[in-house]
């Protein structure tokens, strides 16, 4: 099975386009919709991180302990070298990977946001991975707590949101962030879904892999840097991801089942996927 078969829903799929301007006009509020739903869920996500998976510090300083003694048993524990070499470059340099991590959550909307409107069809097929994803990491965080590099100050770690900001993990948010909730890295998982989420559905696919790619590896690095997140973090957060493709591929598409609102006109009873042509996806 190939990545292509894999998040694409077989004979069901459309390839990527520019929606006509009548298509347009029904998509824009599935579009905001859909990110609503994503806002909303995202927060439920890290309500219930926070409220029913427990702190366990003494567990969590544990789990660091042996992540590190692992990475320097592969002689791969490398987070704390690469943060300070970044930190000796220019301040804005730090402050601009600071940004990144806290806001990547917006990245994901805008590039799911774009993704709708070049292949509403196909993300249909691919929003149940994000979902599928969720339920996956969720209870991982209660089975293995970590405390995050940024904690491990004792091998040289620095907490750069602390010091240069902004102040990511305030407790006067909404809904605040579990800090023993290192593995996996839902930062990098998440932000890698989207951006092949985007790469599967942009109309020009060697402009979306460069994008994807650079997205991927902007993370991956970005979660290190900051002091949040070991390499393995990374992995844990891609095998989420990739569990989550599999699920969602023996899943049957669409699901047997028909909400209320899928029986009435709307975004969601556009005309079917296997009605429409399926043009070739330009290079």
């Given at each position: 099975m190939t990545a292509r078969t894999l998040l694409t829903p077989g004979d069901t799929d459309v390839a990527p386009r520019w929606p006509t301007l009548r298509r347009l006009r029904t998509l824009a509020p599935f579009i905001a919709s859909q990110i609503i739903i994503l806002i909303v869920m995202f927060q439920?996500?890290?309500?219930?991180?926070?409220?029913?998976?427990?702190?366990?510090?003494?567990?969590?300083?544990?789990?660091?302990?042996?992540?590190?003694?692992?990475?320097?048993?592969?002689?791969?524990?490398?987070?704390?070298?690469?943060?300070?070499?970044i930190l000796e470059?220019?301040?804005?340099?730090?402050?601009?990977?600071?940004?990144?991590?806290?806001?990547?959550?917006?990245?994901?909307?805008?590039?799911?946001?774009?993704?709708?409107?070049?292949a509403v069809e196909r993300w249909r097929y691919l929003r149940r991975w994000f979902y599928i994803s969720m339920m996956i990491a969720t209870p991982w965080y209660l089975i293995y707590p970590l405390a995050p590099p940024r904690f491990m100050t004792e091998y040289g770690y620095l907490d750069t949101l602390a010091i240069?900001?902004?102040?990511?993990?305030?407790?006067?948010?909404?809904?605040?962030?579990?800090?023993?909730?290192?593995?996996?890295?839902?930062?990098?998982?998440?932000?890698?879904?989207?951006?092949?989420?985007?790469?599967?559905?942009l109309p020009w696919r060697r402009i979306g892999v460069a994008i994807a790619a650079f997205l991927i590896v902007a993370i991956a690095v970005t979660v290190m840097v900051t002091g949040n997140h070991y390499w393995l973090d990374a992995v844990a957060g891609w095998f989420v991801i990739s569990l989550a493709a599999v699920v969602n591929r023996l899943l049957p598409y669409p699901l047997p089942i028909r909400w209320p609102w899928q029986r009435g006109s709307g975004p969601t009873a556009m005309p079917s996927p296997a009605r429409e042509p399926a043009s070739a996806l330009p290079e």
């Open positions: 439920v996500y890290k309500m219930a991180r926070k409220t029913f998976i427990g702190r366990a510090e003494k567990v969590a300083y544990d789990h660091a302990h042996d992540v590190i003694a692992l990475e320097e048993k592969l002689h791969l524990h490398f987070e704390q070298g690469l943060q300070h070499w470059r220019p301040e804005w340099v730090i402050r601009a990977f600071n940004q990144f991590y806290a806001n990547y959550m917006w990245v994901f909307y805008v590039l799911m946001g774009l993704s709708m409107f070049f240069y900001g902004p102040n990511y993990f305030s407790d006067n948010g909404f809904v605040t962030a579990n800090r023993y909730a290192a593995m996996p890295s839902m930062h990098v998982g998440w932000t890698t879904l989207a951006a092949i989420v985007f790469a599967m559905c």
